[in-house]
């Protein structure tokens, strides 16, 4: 059972920046593709960026330029860097790990709010 375990989340003022964390557990970590989604409260849960193994990365087009994902393999770690952040980017954030659809694993979540 792979564990994910999300941080570096809170409340900030438009315009702010926040780097989320994920640190993945008792695994092999190079040999997932990972990403980050969101939810909004009322809203389905949406990808934000994912990164695969071999390092290619795409992005929501709504958030292409503002958000930055990144991996480092040594860690086991994937980044989430967002930029001048609006209120629309509230939501909970959850790191996501997967490998087939026997190995598809989720983290707890972590509240980015954005509010003046």
């Known amino acids: 059972q792979v564990q994910l375990v999300e941080s570096g989340g809170g409340l900030v003022q438009p315009g702010a920046s926040l780097r989320l964390s994920c640190v993945a557990l008792?695994?092999?970590?190079?040999?997932?593709?990972m990403g980050w989604y969101r939810q909004a409260p009322g809203k389905q849960r949406e990808l934000v960026a994912s990164i695969d193994r071999h390092r290619n990365t795409n992005y929501a087009d709504s958030l292409k330029g503002r958000f930055t994902i990144s991996r480092d393999n040594d860690k086991k770690t994937v980044y989430l860097r967002m930029n001048n952040l609006k209120p629309e980017d509230t939501a909970v954030y959850y790191c996501?790990?997967?490998?087939?659809?026997?190995?598809?694993?989720w983290g707890q979540g972590t509240q980015v709010t954005v509010s003046s």
């Open positions: 008792r695994t092999v970590f190079a040999v997932y593709d």
């Open positions: 996501n790990a997967h490998l087939n659809d026997n190995y598809d694993f």
